[in-house]
């Protein structure tokens, strides 16, 4: 019998037209998997396409909007068409825009709700629902942040967000304990991506961080690569069977001693 780990797995990883998301597309890849590769930005996604291919393994590319039911839906079924039964889901499409409550843009709450909440249990129910009813094992993972520890002042919806989709990876391991599929939460520390790439001028975000320090939220300045968060990500889902990474926070090292 092929065990779970070792054979060649068939991937869906939202978010991965960048960051974080292409450079678990390309890790999975890069292991011979089937990977579909979903976001709204289809030129970007054939550019992870392209690297995932480049890499050994085969790539999917469709549009998807998590917060759209028949989105995801039509995602889901066509990848599985084209790729054969996912059992593997990567929660990883994700947005955050700074605001104060008092002051933030409504339609950036709801968005921020939508992508990172609603974006996180749309494509668990399509894909688990699969799993379930071919009695299959699987991992789905769900790409947490550090702001769940501590409010951030002026980021505190994001880590709200964050915070229900740990919540939900909590509860769904729960509700497919025994089945054979493993849920695993990876929580993000700082990383370099486009993430924040609109929060503003430098000065608007060196103010940002400013509050962060004085709340003990932002202890120093390392950062991370997006290949950083993947391998955590591929540790998770070829573990073998009979182990489960419930929790892996993933953090820079500080790049000089502390004052
Ligand atoms: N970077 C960090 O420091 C950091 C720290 C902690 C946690 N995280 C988490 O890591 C994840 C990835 O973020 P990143 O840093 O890689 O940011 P990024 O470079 O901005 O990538 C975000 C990805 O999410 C996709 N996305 C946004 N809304 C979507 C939607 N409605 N439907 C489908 N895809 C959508 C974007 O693609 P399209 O625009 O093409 O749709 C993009 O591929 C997020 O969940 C984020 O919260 C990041």
């Not at 998807?64 to 790729?83: G, I, K, Q």
């Not at 593997?88 to 994700?94: F, I, M, Q, S």
């Not at 989709?165 to 054979?180: C, D, P, Q, S």
Request: with cysteine; net charge negative.
């Amino acid at each position: 019998m092929t065990s779970v780990e070792n054979r060649a797995r068939t991937a869906l990883v939202t978010g991965a037209s960048a960051g974080i998301g292409r450079a678990i597309a390309v890790a999975f890849g890069e292991l011979g998997w089937r990977v579909a590769v979903g976001a709204r930005r289809i030129d970007a996604l054939g550019e992870t396409a392209t690297r995932v291919t480049d890499a050994g393994g085969t790539a999917f590319v469709q549009p998807l909007d998590v917060t759209d039911p028949d989105s995801v839906e039509t995602f889901a079924a066509n990848a599985t068409d084209a790729l054969g039964p996912i059992d593997v889901l990567v929660n990883n499409a994700g947005c955050a825009w700074p605001g104060d409550i008092a002051a933030v843009d409504p339609d950036r709450l709801r968005d921020m709700l939508a992508t990172n909440v609603l974006g996180a249990l749309l494509p668990s129910r399509a894909v688990v629902a699969r799993l379930l009813a071919a009695n299959a094992p699987g991992d789905v993972v769900f790409i947490s942040s550090d702001a769940v520890h501590n409010p951030r002042p002026g980021l505190v919806t994001y880590g709200a967000t964050k915070a229900a989709a740990e919540h939900i990876a909590r509860g769904l391991a729960y509700e497919v304990e025994g089945t054979g599929i493993r849920v695993t939460t990876v929580r993000v520390g700082p990383t370099i991506t486009d993430f924040a790439s609109e929060w503003g001028d430098p000065q608007q975000f060196g103010a940002l961080v400013e509050r962060w320090q004085h709340f003990g939220n932002q202890r120093h300045w390392g950062v991370m690569d997006p290949s950083d968060v993947a391998r955590a990500v591929v540790l998770a889902v070829t573990t073998p069977p009979g182990v489960h990474f419930d929790t892996i926070e993933v953090q820079p090292v500080a790049p000089r001693p502390l004052d």
